[in-house]
């Protein structure tokens, strides 16, 4: 077995793992937590459990490679291979009770961003949907979920304009650029999307839900995974360079729309 699938099914089995203590939690969590402040207090302690479960079965694993998660300190290994962590996409979701929250897992060579890295594993999985996004570089991405495993593909076509998935940052000073570049985009679009986890954004372009995704800001830990599965089902991510706010913008989807979307944000 490649290198490479060796990784996905270990990121795999980790993140089944990660996704039963985050699916257990909210059960917990949604009973505890009756107003804002405390549902925020409890999903963070979910938050990092998980982190601190996924790291913990790394570091038994994998004692070598680094690690770069959202909720604890990066550490450097000495292997060249990166472990870039989300343990809960979509946390506004989660805390609020829907079920478009997931367990992002990959594994990267080289740099700590977008551009620096060459990622050569990622899973996404979503419990609560019941979806387990996978891939590893040059063996494709599928989909694994009680209905079998299905290979992924990118859509190419769009003759009534694309479904196009995006994301707004936490910062309210940002929301006015957010909403000019959906209006620059909306002449593409049959309609939009806002689902709320990047990482499920951009495993739905690869499964050819979302005909492309775009959104600034989005940090190393939301996209690691899903750019790769997106890639592998023969899709292009782009980065362009960084907006007044120092957030620099991801497209994903079919190449050539990609192209079309850039052209206009
Ligand atoms: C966020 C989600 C959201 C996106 C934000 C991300 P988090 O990640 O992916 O959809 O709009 O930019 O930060 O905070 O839920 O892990
Ligand atoms: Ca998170």
């Not at 107003?35 to 601190?52: F, G, M």
């Not at 977008?114 to 609560?128: H, Q």
């Not at 679009?189 to 954004?201: F, L, P, Y």
């Amino acid at each position: 077995m490649s290198v490479h699938l060796e990784l996905r099914d270990l990121a795999r089995d980790i993140a089944t793992e990660a996704g039963e203590l985050a699916r257990r939690r909210r059960a917990e969590g949604v009973r505890i937590a009756a107003s804002k402040s405390t549902l925020a207090d409890i999903v963070t302690e979910a938050d990092r459990e998980v982190e601190a479960l996924i790291r913990a079965r790394l570091e038994k694993d994998r004692p070598g490679d680094g690690f770069l998660g959202e909720e604890s300190d990066p550490a450097p290994g000495e292997s060249g291979i990166t472990w870039v962590v989300d343990p809960i996409d979509g946390t506004v979701n989660y805390a609020a009770g829907m079920p478009s929250y997931a367990v992002s897992i990959a594994a990267v060579r080289g740099g700590h961003t977008f551009e620096a890295w060459e990622a050569l594993a990622g899973v996404v999985n979503a419990p609560a949907l019941g979806e387990m996004f996978e891939a590893a570089r040059g063996e494709g991405s599928r989909v694994v979920s009680a209905a079998g495993t299905v290979p992924l593909r990118v859509t190419s076509e769009f003759p009534a304009g694309a479904l196009i998935g995006t994301g707004f940052g936490y910062d309210s000073a940002t929301h006015a650029d957010d909403i000019r570049t959906v209006q620059s985009v909306m002449p593409l679009a049959r309609d939009v999307r806002r689902i709320g986890a990047a990482a499920v954004d951009l495993s739905y372009v690869a499964a050819g839900r979302l005909d492309a995704f775009f959104e600034r800001g989005l940090n190393p830990w939301d996209l690691a995974a899903g750019a790769l599965i997106v890639e592998e089902a023969g899709g292009s991510v782009v980065e362009l360079p960084a907006d007044r706010f120092g957030r620099r913008m991801t497209i994903a989807g079919h190449a050539d729309l990609v192209a079309r979307i850039a052209e206009r944000v």
